[in-house]
């Protein structure tokens, strides 16, 4: 195997453990790239449910999907009210951490609170089996304070519970991202929910 660069082994993860017919989710939709992959990955039985809090990530979202809209409910809502969305058990994940590309207003970014909330709850959802996974970019304002609160959620993920990786191309220049993935061992109840 090549050593893939962290979006394409995100989906080859993805691929491995989604199962045509699923319900799964693009938590951070931006312009739409990983909500097409994932549409056409479930099929036509499938379905994606993507959230963004721009709407011009959402129209973007929408034009790039073309005839796969039918596959596809796009959320103008944070990701972590995923749970007045979706209904049951999701077969994964993926999320793209920072600021939507090319846009207006670099700005607006993902944030700690939401970023860690919505991955609790998901993986509350998620299928065992299941993989989220979670492309970290650092290098904008409020980036490290975000990748460390992330860092510091799956470190204490118990091993029992969920395995966790980071993959990331060690050699690279100017806050290359890098890739979290977690895969659900068993149904449990994370430290949030006991709360
Ligand atoms: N995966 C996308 C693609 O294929 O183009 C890129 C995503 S971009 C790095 C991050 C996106 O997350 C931005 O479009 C931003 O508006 C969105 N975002 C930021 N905070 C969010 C939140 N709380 N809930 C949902 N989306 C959010």
Do not use: C, W
């Not at 959230?51 to 959320?75: C, H, M, P, W, Y």
């Not at 999320?95 to 207006?104: I, T």
Request: net charge negative.
């Amino acid at each position: 195997m090549k050593l893939l660069r962290i979006l394409p082994f995100a989906r080859q993860l993805l691929r491995d453990t989604i199962v045509p017919g699923e319900t799964v989710i693009d938590a951070t939709a931006g312009n739409g790239n990983d909500t097409e992959f994932l549409a056409q990955f479930v099929g036509e039985d499938g379905h994606v449910v993507a959230f963004d809090i721009q709407q011009a990530a959402l129209e973007a979202t929408s034009k790039r999907l073309g005839n796969l809209n039918e596959r596809v409910t796009l959320v103008l809502d944070s990701h972590d009210n995923v749970e007045q969305y979706v209904k049951g058990q999701i077969g994964g994940a993926v999320f793209n951490l920072g600021y939507l590309p090319h846009s207006e207003d670099l700005s607006i970014v993902t944030t700690p609170g939401s970023t860690l909330k919505a991955i609790d709850t998901m993986l509350s959802m998620l299928k065992k089996g299941g993989i989220i996974a979670i492309s970290v970019y650092d290098g904008h304002e409020g980036g490290p304070e975000e990748r460390d609160a992330l860092l510091n959620y799956v470190n204490n993920l118990h091993q029992a519970d969920v395995h966790v990786i980071r993959y990331e191309l060690l050699n690279q220049r100017n806050n290359p991202p890098f890739l979290i993935a977690l895969e659900k061992m068993k149904e449990f109840k994370t430290a949030r929910q006991v709360e």
